[in-house]
């Protein structure tokens, strides 16, 4: 069947530290890969995407990783601070799909003090 | 620029009732998506428009769902007659069509209940 999972249990870290996060996806074939943040009582807002050909994307803090070989992305967000808490959620963009996005569930991050 | 947005942002209905969701897209988006979070579970595509057209409805779960776009402007989501497991957060996305893939923008989503 196919599915994508994320870190089920919500995510602590110290502030200052770097979070990683995980997105692990079984049988899809994604054209894109894509990171969004989600708030309470929000909608999901874009962070960034990486193509099924490339390896590693970067934004300020923030950095991507997409292995198409183990079906896998790890999401890092360095120097974390208390305003990074929130959910973060991975979507596949599937090849042939059009433009519709196929979510994960989400991983929870806490950033502390 | 204003952002999607949604209305109402909080509805409870009972068992058998009607409701319409509404979304505003942002000003000179030609897509339009329909998502919705369900209790517990991954938010999950519904159905895409391009402008007026239904590009894309597999992901509506019966016909009791009925979605518009007329004029390819604000588009609205009928459920008639809600069920308990309509209950959910329903999310509209918009993006624009340039000729190559663009991010999507979602708006705050529709708390729905339905008892």
């Known amino acids: 069947s196919q599915k994508i999972e994320q870190n089920s249990e919500a995510l602590n870290i110290q502030e200052g530290k770097t979070a990683t996060l995980t997105c692990n996806y079984t049988?899809?074939?994604?054209?894109?890969l894509q990171w969004y943040r989600q708030d309470p009582g929000r909608g999901p807002v874009f962070l960034l995407l990486?193509?099924?050909?490339?390896k590693e994307k970067r934004k300020e803090r923030l950095k991507v990783t997409f292995d198409t070989t183990l079906k896998q992305s790890l999401f890092h967000i360095t120097a974390s601070q208390p305003a990074d808490s929130a959910t973060y959620l991975c979507?596949?963009?599937?090849?042939?799909?059009?433009?519709?996005?196929?979510f994960g569930t989400g991983t929870q991050l806490k950033v502390e003090l | 620029e204003a952002g999607v947005t949604q209305f109402p942002s909080h509805s409870v209905i009972e068992k058998g009732q009607t409701v319409t969701l509404r979304c505003d897209p942002i000003?000179?988006?030609?897509?339009l998506y329909w998502y919705r979070r369900v209790m517990g579970k991954e938010i999950k595509f519904l159905l895409h428009?391009?402008?007026?057209?239904?590009?894309?409805e597999s992901g509506m779960p019966n016909n009791r769902f009925l979605a518009e776009r007329t004029g390819g402007t604000y588009s609205t989501l009928k459920v008639q007659p809600a069920e308990l497991e309509d209950s959910g957060v329903y999310f509209c996305?918009?993006?624009?069509?340039?000729?190559?893939?663009?991010?999507?923008?979602f708006g705050p989503g529709t708390r729905l209940l339905v008892l």
């Open positions: 996305a918009s993006s624009p069509s340039r000729g190559r893939r663009e991010t999507q923008y």
């Open positions: 049988n899809y074939s994604p054209a894109y």
């Open positions: 990486i193509r099924e050909n490339e």
């Open positions: 979507a596949l963009e599937l090849t042939g799909g059009g433009n519709k996005l196929t």
């Open positions: 000003s000179g988006h030609d897509n």
């Open positions: 428009f391009v402008k007026e057209s239904k590009q894309d």
